[in-house]
């Protein structure tokens, strides 16, 4: 069997040729936040700096489909439009002022990271304290009882891999490492580029993170899952979390060892 080389919509581009379109509205001077749901979504949109509707929806209910409408409409969230990726949602204006901080910078392929970083964090549920780090690295922060995971997200992008190989030689020495790859034929490019560097990395891959939630290491027969990291973060979350939800659901996917890898196969599509 072939390795997955299926993609998911926030891959990127190995040309470095997506781009993207912001909707801004003003501020609305009259808005009051009138409900839990757009509470809810205030602080998924402080934590998560850029998402899906796919995504809040998922972690906080069908009702954030229309809050999300109200707040963008309220100059609370910004659109992002790219043309060859679901919306993406982050941060406008009024919400900035109202936390008092910066907008997140709106610039690839940093943006594409942080949303499939994001997807590993929805897929556990929200039952770990989490929060998208920024442009540079690590892509998100994840803390799962006493330990600290970076979580790093390289895409399809021109000099992505001098990007993760930086990030790693900066990881902070009590930090643990999470890969999210936008392929498992990337992660086991990784994996066996990372090897030498004599530190335990966990993988996984978009496709992987579609529904389920699951983790694997690289060994010298390709990727077993790593039932222990998938273990702890079952019974050892933070269920007093903000957003804390039941709905952790754990991939019983099992990759087949022993799978020799595949050259990148993707077409470029220039943007509409």
Partial sequence: MEIERAYGPFCGDPEGALTVRCVSYPPDPGFVVRSDTQAELIDFAARLKFFTKHQAVR???????RQLKALHKAGYLD???TGRTPPIYTQGPGLAELLGTQRPHVRMPGLLRVVAANQLYICLGGIVRYEAAGEEWPTAVLTAGSNI???LAPRLWP???LWLDSAVDCM???ARLIIVAPSEQHALEMAASLVTKGILVRYTWDT???EAFCLFRYTARGFVVDEKAVDFFRGHGDNESEGA??????STTRPEHDRGRNNLNTETEKPK
């Fill in 159 to 161: 000099g992505e891999d």
């Fill in 208 to 210: 992987e993170l579609k």
């Fill in 172 to 174: 902070d020495a009590d």
């Fill in 149 to 151: 995971y970076w979580v």
């Fill in 79 to 81: 659109l992002l439009l």
């Fill in 245 to 250: 939800s039941p709905s952790f659901v754990v």
């Fill in 59 to 65: 972690l906080l209910g069908a009702a954030a489909e």
